[in-house]
Each structure stands twice: as structure tokens, then as C-alpha cells.
């Protein structure tokens, strides 16, 4: 395509009068390639000026795109005329994204590319010591998402997006411990411990057991030992500690019904003798509230020495 240039002189003296007496003024406005030549200015005073005007058409060389994701739109390559890329979504512009068609005849730049978007790498240590990496895509669009090492927990969202500005959507997130909380002591009862491993500040982290007992006539019902789980709840409810009569044992010539580990109060046993042996009339000791018997162990005595 060739460009055409008209050239109009318009000649006279300056504009402002202070000026007119000694300077002159030479505009052109138009050309073409055959009005090239030398132009001379004289004032009254005999002072010249010259100069050399070179008129030709300036193409810049046509652009062509062989980069992916690159796409272009061109006003024209003449001269002043603009190329303007642009990438997809999910990529940026590599270089400057407006050219011009310069007097030189070149671009004032070189042709840019396309690259993707990346988010900052995750890949090296993470400002967490326990927080870990499961999943992992640092381009636009992609996921980083995280866990803890055990006995710990997630404090925030799970996972962040790489957004189109090349930033993660949000902090990364913190990883804290589980704990559970102290646990109910029993009435009657205490714990069994000098110091619990993990324990911070009245609470206990994962895997922290304790142990209970129960004061006294009182016995231990559900779970005498519990652990903290990584839910943040103890393995088992806190048991009670219930009044109980212990097991009195078995009279010389005889047997006590029922045999239980420990009674509840209100619990009444009988006493069964050998034959030849009799045990004293109304000994049936009873389990009392305070964890006591209401009568000490009955013997069997020989009916010989009644």
C-alpha cells in the first residue's frame, strides 16, 4: 500500500509583531515524494535560513503472529498506525501490548508473547511447619489445597485459588492443635496422673490419657482411663463413682449367695452352711448407702457346739 503526501507551504512573516522584523515563518502542511527540496527564508535584514525537506512514505514491516494464545489487531503499517495484542483468558502479555509504526520504519517494539498465569510456587517449605500440601496447580484457575499433620487442625478455608492477577485468593491456612477439653471429674472421684503429656493451659492435646478412681467405698462405673481423639472429644464419657459394699469373702464351713465382685446398697446375701454346720439365726448382712455392711461376716458353726 503506498502512502501519498501533499505539501502546502504557506510563507510570511511571524506572528507576533515584536517578532516580525527579524523572524520568518515557513509552514508546511502537505506533501508528496516530488516536494522534496531546499527551502530558504530571507528577512528585510538580509538574514537567511534554509532547510532541507525529505518527503517519503515510512511502511513498517507487515507483523505476523506465530505464537499460541496470540492475537492481534492492526490498524494499518504506516506510519503513526497501531498493532494492539492481546492473550486469552489465563494469560498475560509478554512484552508491550501497543506498537506504533515509527519514522525509522520500525515497530517500537518487538513483538510480545503469551504466558501463562502463575501464582507464587508452593512448592518449597511452607510458613507452617505442620500445614501440608495435598494438591497442588499454581496456574490461573488452579487449586493449592492443604491438611495437617496429625494431632493438628485446619484453621481456615482448606484450599486457595490462583487468581487472573497472579495472586492466591487468600492467606494460606494455619494449622492448630486439637485439644479436648478437661475432662469431668467424677463426684467422690480424682484423676490418676502427675502431669499429663500434651497438656496446655487446662487442656490436652491428641493422645493425652488420664486415668480415674474413686475415694473411699465408692467404685469406678464406665471407663477408668480415656484418651483425646483427634474429633477434640475424649474417647468415652467420665465415669461415676457409685457407692459400693466390697465382697466380704466366704465364711469357714460355708458359702455366701449371690458372690459379686462389689454389692450395691440395698444388697442382701444369704448364708449357705455345709451340712453339720449352721450359721446363727438372721445373719443376712445388708449393703448400707454409706458402702458398709449392716453385719460383719457370718460363720458357720458346728451343731456340736451349739
Not at 18 to 32: G, P, T
Not at 75 to 90: D, I, K, M, S, Y
Not at 186 to 194: A, D, K, M, R
Request: net charge negative.
Amino acid at each position: 500500500m503506498m502512502m501519498f503526501f501533499f505539501l502546502f507551504v504557506w510563507i510570511g512573516w511571524a506572528i507576533a509583531a515584536e517578532e516580525r522584523d527579524w523572524k520568518y515563518r515557513l509552514s508546511v502542511y502537505y506533501a508528496k515524494p516530488q516536494d522534496s527540496g531546499t527551502f530558504t527564508c530571507a528577512t528585510p535584514r538580509g538574514i537567511t535560513n534554509s532547510l532541507v525537506l525529505h518527503v517519503a512514505a515510512v511502511h513498517c514491516e507487515p507483523i505476523s503472529v506465530s505464537g499460541m494464545h496470540l492475537t492481534v489487531r492492526i490498524e494499518g503499517t504506516r506510519l503513526g498506525h497501531t498493532a494492539l495484542f492481546q492473550c486469552p483468558v489465563g494469560f498475560r502479555v509478554n512484552g508491550t501490548a501497543n506498537l506504533t509504526c515509527q519514522a525509522s520504519g520500525k515497530w517500537s517494539s518487538r513483538v510480545p508473547t503469551c504466558e501463562p498465569v502463575l501464582c507464587p510456587s508452593l512448592d518449597g517449605p511452607l510458613p507452617e511447619p505442620h500445614l501440608m500440601l495435598e494438591e497442588h496447580n499454581s496456574t490461573y484457575g488452579g487449586r493449592a489445597v492443604f491438611s495437617c499433620a496429625w494431632g493438628y487442625k485446619l484453621q481456615g478455608p482448606p484450599g486457595v485459588e490462583c487468581e487472573l492477577n497472579g495472586n492466591w485468593s487468600g492467606p494460606l491456612p494455619k494449622c492448630v492443635p486439637i485439644q479436648c477439653p478437661p475432662p469431668i471429674i467424677p463426684f467422690n472421684g480424682h484423676l490418676i496422673h502427675s502431669e499429663s503429656a500434651g497438656m496446655d493451659g487446662g487442656r490436652y492435646a491428641v493422645g493425652s490419657l488420664v486415668q480415674f478412681a474413686c475415694r473411699g467405698s465408692h467404685m469406678l462405673e464406665g471407663e477408668a482411663s480415656i484418651i483425646c481423639t483427634e474429633t477434640g472429644y475424649w474417647s468415652h464419657p467420665p465415669p461415676f463413682c457409685k457407692t459400693r459394699c466390697p465382697y466380704m469373702g466366704e465364711p469357714e464351713n460355708g458359702a455366701m449367695v449371690p458372690t459379686k465382685f462389689a454389692y450395691e446398697p440395698g444388697d442382701e446375701l444369704q448364708v449357705t452352711c455345709n451340712p453339720g454346720f449352721e450359721s446363727p439365726l438372721g445373719a443376712r448382712p445388708k449393703c448400707q448407702q454409706d458402702g458398709s455392711w449392716t453385719i460383719p461376716l457370718p460363720h458357720c458353726t458346728n451343731y456340736s457346739q451349739i
